[in-house]
């Protein structure tokens, strides 16, 4: 089964940052990676699909990078609607799996 | 609007059985893959299950083989989960998604999700 891991767990950053959240993968998945948005008490809300390939509606501030086993979800300039958990998400093979998380807060 | 709404979540003991009803409204279901993905209270993401368009095909994660068992209904709309031998580790929010018609596959939609609690 292929494992996902994030990094980091969790960051603390300010309005107008700009955010990386990497992704590894441990084969290799080609672009068949997904990020996620997900709020308190909501359900995740996508973001990207297809490791860079951005979900209509989703603003333009919000990208994605890689292939094969190393990922990324850039933040170019953080709002404060962005703090909140992000996952990405193989969907190269069953099982599916996400990464444990990263935990995007104020500082 | 395309929506997924989860029903069947409540208290149930351990070693008992749940069943998880996910209706699907907006969109032609059947020409998806649909998908139950669970989050522990306070934990992260976990992908349970899929089925296929037809329910020819079935995926789960192996800490639920054999116990949870995936189905659909394609003239109501509908996407079910059998949860048997509960146990407290299942205890989580129980969301249904929409995976997809095809490669690359996605969550594109979710449900509001439903509260499982596996508790004596």
């Known amino acids: 089964d292929i494992q996902m891991t994030q990094s980091p767990s969790s960051l603390s950053a300010s309005v107008g940052d700009r955010v990386t959240i990497t992704c590894r993968a441990s084969?290799?998945?080609?672009?068949?990676l997904n990020w996620y948005q997900q709020k308190p008490g909501k359900a995740p809300k996508l973001l990207i699909y297809?490791?860079?390939i951005l979900q209509s509606g989703v603003p333009s501030r919000f990208s994605g990078s890689g292939s094969g086993t190393d990922f990324a979800l850039t933040i170019s300039c953080l709002q404060p609607e962005d703090f909140a958990t992000y996952y990405c998400?193989?969907?190269?093979?069953?099982?599916?799996?996400f990464g444990q998380g990263t935990k995007v807060e104020i500082k | 609007e395309v929506q997924l709404v989860e029903s069947g979540g409540g208290l149930v003991q351990p070693g008992g059985s749940l069943r998880l009803s996910c209706a699907a409204s907006?969109?032609?279901?059947?020409?998806?893959?649909l998908s139950w993905v669970r989050q522990a209270p306070g934990k992260g993401l976990e992908w349970v299950a899929n089925?296929?368009?037809?329910?020819?095909?079935?995926y789960y994660v192996d800490s639920v083989k054999g116990r949870f068992t995936i189905s659909r209904d394609n003239a109501y709309n509908s996407l079910y989960l059998q949860m048997n031998s509960l146990r407290a580790e299942d205890t989580a929010v129980y969301y249904c998604?929409?995976?997809?018609?095809?490669?690359?596959?996605?969550?594109?939609?979710w449900g509001q999700g439903t509260l499982v609690t596996v508790s004596s």
């Open positions: 998604a929409r995976e997809g018609v095809t490669t690359p596959y996605y969550f594109d939609k």
């Open positions: 907006g969109f032609t279901s059947s020409n998806y893959w």
């Open positions: 089925i296929k368009q037809d329910g020819s095909e079935k």
């Open positions: 084969q290799s998945i080609s672009s068949y």
């Open positions: 297809a490791a860079s």
């Open positions: 998400q193989q969907s190269y093979s069953t099982p599916r799996a």
